[in-house]
């Protein structure tokens, strides 16, 4: 990342998609592993609606949809919901998909009874946080839940902030990977957590964890988990 001592940019609820056309990990071909637990967990409370939010690929939609939840994947890449399209014929499922961006759904209120984002909302500023989790709880069934991850404040990157444009208080533009350039990355705390999460149920307590990249052990990146109910 180029030095830009720390500059801030305005932006107003900001969004910008992964270039998946440049992807070469397959990471990105297989579910979470968090993905058994929430299918078992959804099903025992016979959830049925599911939306895979910010999609990408479409690693989860295939999985959940195997499963048997009705499955709608939604992202802001067309390259990405293309790529969807073509597996879910290959894999004889049903899923339904569409372009769009996450701080604005063309869904009615309470649609899904269960929602899963990951590594996903938080690749916008504050403003568009904060919209994209309303989006989230407008679009939810009352008492459904909504996987989510979100970046930490202890990750590298927002370590050393100054290396990076700087959006708001809490986000900065990334540009190390070509699949993820200049795309927004907004950081949180556990307080921040708190504050954003105030008015939701949280099911299990939020956790922190880390991952190494082994060629640069000290660009670690961490992110939270936190499974809530609307």
């Known amino acids: 990342a180029g030095n830009n001592g720390g500059m801030e940019v305005s932006m107003k609820n900001i969004s910008k998609a992964w270039d998946w056309s440049k992807n070469t990990d397959e990471h ?3 579910p979470c ?4 637990y929430l299918a078992e967990r959804w099903r025992y409370q016979d959830f049925d609606d599911f939306l895979d939010l910010g999609c990408g690929l479409g690693r989860h939609s295939i999985y959940m949809s195997k499963k048997g939840f009705n499955t709608t994947a939604v992202d802001l890449s067309e390259y990405g919901i293309n790529y969807l399209k073509e597996w879910a014929k ?3 499922v049903n899923i339904k998909v569409a372009v769009c961006d996450m701080i604005s759904m063309p869904f009615q209120d309470n649609s899904f ?3 899963m984002a990951y590594n996903v909302i938080y690749h916008t500023n504050t403003q568009g946080f904060i919209k994209t989790l309303h989006e989230i709880k407008r679009v939810l069934k009352p008492n459904g839940e909504a996987f989510l991850t979100l970046i930490s404040k202890n990750t590298w990157s927002f370590q050393n902030a100054e290396l990076f444009k700087k959006i708001d208080e809490n986000t900065i533009l990334r540009d190390e990977h070509e699949t993820r350039k200049d795309i927004p990355h907004f950081y949180v705390d556990i307080n921040d957590i708190k504050n954003f ?3 939701w149920k949280i099911i299990n307590s939020p956790k ?3 991952e190494y ?3 640069k052990v ?3 990146s961490k992110h939270w988990t936190i499974l809530v109910k609307k």
């Open 28 to 30: 990105w071909l297989i």
């Open 33 to 36: 592993v968090e993905s058994p």
């Open 90 to 92: 290959n894999e004889k």
């Open 113 to 115: 009874d269960c929602i």
């Open 197 to 199: 999460f105030a008015d």
């Open 208 to 210: 922190e964890w880390c």
């Open 213 to 215: 990249d082994m060629e």
């Open 218 to 220: 000290e660009h670690y």
